[in-house]
């Protein structure tokens, strides 16, 4: 069975800091990894997704992050942190019998990031 | 482009009462998922939908069920309401075939409260 921790319910840090947010996976497969964000009373919007092509996967609002295989990781981070980026951030590993990617999500508990001016 | 969306918004049910709720899928996409959000947790799968079928279901009873149309939309249906089926629903569209499949886009939910 496929699932997803997340380090840390609650990550505080200020602005302009370096934003380091943890997710580790366990698969049997090749893995399709999914980081989601959730802004108060909304859905879940993708940030990035990893398909086994570059294990460096930047995505939208300057969020990156790497997969390891080694490590079966796949920490988020952005350089530096803005007032915008507090919200809930959700890792996620796609499953199913159809597998990869046409699976459903499995989801990690989340974590809320504040951001201190 | 329309996104996904959901109705209602919210919802107000008392325990042992039915519920139906609404998903219309992002422009051009044919795969319906919902999942259930308690609060302070993650999403979890309940079932998806593909050609009005069922094509894959989470650890969920049987209470829970849905029903896909043929424009794709969906309905997620719960029959004798508990207090813990106290969530946040959220639909999510995909796309079966191409690059497309690797995103879900998710609704804004619907916070559905048992009393």
């Known amino acids: 069975a496929q699932s997803v921790t997340q380090l840390g319910s609650h990550v505080s840090v200020s602005e302009g800091a370096l934003v380091l947010l943890r997710c580790n996976y366990s698969?049997?497969?090749?893995?399709?990894l999914f980081w989601y964000v959730q802004y108060p009373n909304q859905g879940l919007q993708l940030l990035l997704k990893y398909t086994s092509a570059a294990t460096l996967v930047k995505g939208i609002n300057g969020f990156e992050a790497e997969f390891k295989k080694s490590e079966t990781s796949f920490h988020l981070t952005k350089p530096s942190a803005h007032m915008s980026d507090a919200a809930e951030y959700f890792c996620?590993?796609?499953?199913?019998?159809?597998?990869?990617?046409?699976?459903?999500?499995?989801f990690g508990k989340g974590t809320k990031l504040s951001v201190k001016p | 482009d329309a996104g996904v969306t959901q109705s209602p918004t919210h919802l107000i049910k008392t325990r042992g009462q039915q519920v139906t709720l609404r998903c219309s899928p992002k422009s051009g996409h044919d795969t319906v998922s919902w999942y259930q959000q308690a609060l302070g947790q993650g999403p979890q799968f309940i079932f998806q939908?593909?050609?009005?079928?069922?094509?894959q279901r989470g650890n969920f009873p049987d209470r829970f069920s849905g029903h896909q149309f043929p424009n794709y939309s969906s309905e997620l249906n719960v029959n004798a309401l508990l207090l813990g089926d106290s969530a946040l629903y959220l639909c999510?569209?995909?796309?079966?075939?191409?690059?497309?499949?690797?995103?879900?886009?998710f609704g804004p939910g619907t916070r559905l409260t048992v009393l």
């Open positions: 996620a590993v796609s499953s199913g019998r159809f597998g990869g990617s046409q699976g459903n999500l499995i």
């Open positions: 939908y593909y050609e009005e079928e069922e094509r």
């Open positions: 698969s049997s497969v090749p893995p399709y």
């Open positions: 999510a569209s995909s796309l079966a075939t191409g690059t497309g499949h690797l995103e879900q886009f």
